[in-house]
């Protein structure tokens, strides 16, 4: 009885580590998503000059967050608001036809068993390898002569 009372409290010590370990490699996971995040919040209160010479460090002044913020907003050659919208038009048409798109694709590929449909999902794999970055850049100019959006 003592050896499987032994062997329990191993076993719930080696799962409880397990879980603890993955807790960790979570929350590492989470600060370096949000990392990106921080720097911008951080770096939009600082000037120009703060920015360039010290670029992971805190605001002097986190005043500079709202004069930043009332100054690009006021660039008439930035039109932020504008850039914001034709980015809120290019993603939401992106999301719905990529969407649609990839269900139907999918119901045809899943319901029909040719030679050629393995090929075309590996077609479909092989794109996914693609980094979205690299199709991304022209992106906006195919939607500028298609869509004529004001970009």
Known sequence: MTNQIKANKKKFFTKKMGIILLEIFAVLLLITFFFPFFLVIINSAKSTSEITLTPLSLPSDWGNIWKNFVEIMGRQNVDYLKSFMNSVIITTLSVLSIGILSAMAAWVLV???????????????AGM?????????????????????NL
Do not use: C, N
């Not at 319901?111 to 077609?123: E, Q």
């Not at 390898?129 to 690299?134: C, G, L, M, W």
């Not at 991304?136 to 004529?148: A, E, G, I, N, R």
């Open 111 to 125: 319901r029909t068993k040719t030679r050629y449909s393995f090929w075309v999902f590996m077609f479909f794999l």
């Open 129 to 149: 390898v693609i980094p979205f970055q690299v199709v991304m850049l022209p992106l906006p100019k195919v939607y500028q002569s298609k869509v004529h959006l």
